[in-house]
């Protein structure tokens, strides 16, 4: 593991040698998870593609930082005039992962990210075009606002949230419990420990500010939007059995790509597949990347 500093703030991440390719692929974990879930499809890709995965501020082994400090150093180092509402929204965060590619000098990247990550990996490729070369949202999608369901879905994670002591991580059954969530199968016994220990390490302030800054009817709305314009390449990976983000909410955020548009081929179903497809399908998806980047 290497560290760097973005922003002032101390992140972890792994970057695999240069290939003949030009492009390195950017790996951004979703919510309460950390760079390790890449590993399986790093392993199968980075003989051919160099690959960085980092995690996300706040969570695995990267530092969390005082709204203060950070939006001071937000607005010296973009020449913003007015400071950041939050510094938990996709926004903000794609703002790290700009200044992540920037200072590990990636000028061509294709953006892959889970659930959450997809998200910032969207608004990372709309504010950096001329870098970016196209993007992959896994477990990703959404764009409309109920508000019953999203003010439920909001109260409920903050609930999770609340029930994560340090010794959570001792209880003997706790593995049993992350083996089955969100997920078509079972993982393996390593997979659940260590969505345990995300669980249980990610900052307080970190975790509850995603939930909520990525949530409000202004940031769900404004998605379809945020998806029109971007003019690179966009690819959706689906899982079939996922419930937390069911295929039809994907192909409606997908829906207002050009892609979508113009041929309909945008959106790539995989099944037997809940929400963590790059853990339940590694090979699947490692194929679909592939398929996607040397084709287009």
């Not at 160099?50 to 969570?59: E, V």
Request: aromatic fraction near 10%; charge should be negative.
């Amino acid at each position: 593991m290497a560290t760097i500093e973005i922003l002032g703030v101390p992140h972890a991440y792994e970057l695999t040698a240069p290939t003949s390719c030009s492009h390195t692929l950017v790996f951004v974990h979703g919510w309460l998870n950390s760079r390790g879930y890449w590993q399986p499809t790093i392993s199968r890709l980075s003989n051919d593609f160099q690959c960085l995965s980092y995690d996300l501020r706040g969570f695995g082994e990267s530092k969390s930082r005082a709204k203060t400090d950070y939006t001071r150093q937000q607005t010296h180092s973009y020449g913003m005039t007015d400071s950041l509402d939050s510094i938990y929204t996709p926004a903000a965060y794609a703002q790290d992962l700009i200044a992540l590619l920037q200072q590990l000098n990636i000028t061509s990247a294709w953006l892959i990210g889970h659930s959450l990550g997809g998200t910032i990996a969207l608004w990372g490729s709309a504010q950096m075009p001329e870098w970016v070369k196209g993007v992959i949202c896994i477990n990703a999608g959404g764009g409309i606002y109920l508000k019953e369901a999203f003010e439920q879905f909001r109260s409920a994670g903050q609930r999770f949230l609340q029930i994560r002591p340090r010794w959570l991580s001792q209880l003997p059954l706790i593995d049993l419990l992350f083996m089955r969530a969100s997920v078509a199968r079972p993982l393996n016994r390593y997979w659940a420990r260590q969505r345990v220990i995300d669980f249980v390490v990610a900052d307080p302030e970190a975790a509850l500010g995603t939930l909520l800054d990525s949530t409000t009817e202004e940031e769900v709305n404004y998605l379809p939007q945020l998806v029109s314009q971007i003019k690179q390449p966009v690819y959706f990976l689906a899982g079939a059995e996922d419930k937390v983000m069911e295929p039809k909410y994907v192909r409606h955020l997908a829906s207002f790509h050009r892609l979508f548009q113009y041929c309909g081929d945008n959106v790539i179903e995989i099944p037997d597949c809940g929400h963590l497809a790059m853990l339940e399908q590694p090979d699947a998806v490692a194929s679909h990347i592939r398929k996607i980047i040397t084709s287009s």
